[in-house]
């Protein structure tokens, strides 16, 4: 089997836009393994146009809040959504809770919620806000005591793209369908769009 060494492994790892360092050679064939694309799905491997899309209008990271507060807001900051189970983030999301109180009067005059008088509580990679969660809970028949990590965020995204998707009739209604879950994706041009809902499946 083929190694490389450990400076091979930190420029491959650079390039890649990561970081970690290793202290031992890596055997290339196994890391293949864990890592084969095939066994991810399409919109849910790195660099695909779903990802590229939804880190650039929704997030970027599992735990990501409105404005990005866990890494800007004193209140917030160093709040790891990742790492709460789904009970926790039930209360957390609440509109009268801390952070619907302080999303309020931040969001953007032309968001939906803003135009309602309402408040949004988005969490994590999706942006999933609390009524949503609540939903997809019962949808998905989830326990509470599961943790929002990177698996459920992930199987939450393709259940609600696909349901998106599933009820259009048309292209357009697909694509209409798809920015009704996620506002950014009004940013989105419908040929990305397109590419995104072939991606999922």
Known sequence: MKTVSLEEKLEKENNMGRFDAYSEPVDTEEQAEVV????????????????????????????????????????????????????????????????????????????????????????????????????????MNLSGDTVFNKETQDKMFLFLAKDAISRGKTESDKIA???????????ISNADIKKMITEIG
């Open 36 to 139: 084969a694309p095939s066994d991810v799905p399409a919109s849910l491997q790195e660099g695909s146009v779903t990802q590229t899309a939804l880190s650039k209008v929704e997030a970027e990271t599992y735990d990501t809040l409105y404005a990005n507060a866990e890494t800007s807001s004193e209140k917030f900051k160093g709040k790891q959504v990742s790492t709460m189970t789904l009970d926790e983030l039930v209360t957390f999301s609440k509109p009268s809770g801390e952070y619907g109180k302080w999303v309020k009067p931040r969001l953007g005059k032309n968001t939906i919620a803003r135009k309602k008088g309402l408040t949004s509580t988005p969490m994590g990679k999706y942006q999933i806000v609390g009524t949503t969660l609540r939903s997809l809970i019962k949808q």
């Open 177 to 187: 369908n798809l920015r009704a879950v996620w506002e950014g994706f009004k940013n």
